[in-house]
C-alpha cells in the first residue's frame, strides 16, 4: 500500500486553487467569493477545506478532493469513515481513532475532481451534498458496501490507516440532496 504523506498533500493541492475556483464557479455561479481554508485548523479540525459566499451572502463550506488521471471515468469514490493512527508504521501500536472526514467535517458539499495528465487542470467532477451520507441514521448503508484502505504519513511520525467506503455515481446521485457532475474533453 502506498503511504501518502498528509502535509506534501496539502501543499500540492494549493497549486490546483485556480483550476478549484473555476470548477466550483461551474457548479455554483460565476457571481461567487472563493476563500481556500489551507491552514491545519481549518483542514483537520473543522474539516472545511474552502468557504463560498454568494452575492446574496449566502455562505457554503466545502469540502474537496482530486483523483489521478488513471482513475478518469472510474465509477467509485471514496467516503472517508474512519481513521486509525499508529505510531509506527507497520501499524501494530494504535494512538487513536477518530472520525474520517464525512463525519467529522462540517462542509455543506464535497467535490471530487479527477486531474489531466499532467496534473494541472480538473477534467472530471462529481459534486454532492453531505446530507444524507452523513447523518447517523444513514450509516447502516454503508454496511454493504467494499472497503478500501490509505495509508498517511504526517511530518511527525504518526501513520495513519484510513477506512474509506466504496460508492457509485448513481450511488451519490440517487441519495445527495444535491449533485453535479461533469466531464470536459
Known amino acids: 500500500m502506498e503511504i501518502r504523506n498528509f502535509e506534501q498533500d496539502l501543499e500540492n493541492s494549493k497549486k490546483l486553487n485556480e483550476e478549484w475556483k473555476r470548477v466550483l464557479k461551474k457548479a455554483l455561479g460565476d457571481d461567487i467569493e472563493v476563500v481556500f481554508k489551507d491552514d491545519n485548523t481549518s483542514q483537520l479540525g473543522f474539516g472545511v477545506d474552502i468557504i463560498i459566499t454568494t452575492k446574496k451572502g449566502r455562505r457554503y463550506t466545502i469540502e ?32 487513536s481513532t477518530i472520525p474520517g472526514w464525512l463525519y467529522k467535517g462540517t462542509f455543506d458539499y464535497i467535490f471530487i475532481g479527477t ?33 478500501g484502505w490509505a495509508k498517511s504519513q504526517f511530518n511527525s511520525g504518526t501513520f495513519q490507516l484510513t477506512l474509506n467506503k466504496k460508492v457509485t455515481k448513481e450511488f451519490l446521485e440517487e441519495n445527495a440532496n444535491k449533485f453535479w457532475y461533469w466531464r470536459d474533453e
Do not use: A, M, W
Open 64 to 95: 474537496h478532493k482530486t483523483r489521478r488521471f488513471d482513475y478518469l471515468g472510474h465509477n467509485e469514490y471514496l467516503l472517508e469513515i474512519v481513521h486509525h493512527r499508529y505510531s509506527d508504521e507497520e501499524c501494530k501500536n494504535k494512538v
Open 115 to 147: 486531474l489531466n495528465e499532467q496534473n494541472n487542470k480538473i477534467i472530471e467532477v462529481v459534486g454532492f451534498s453531505s446530507i444524507p451520507f452523513k447523518l447517523e441514521e444513514f450509516k447502516s448503508e454503508y454496511n454493504n458496501l467494499k472497503n
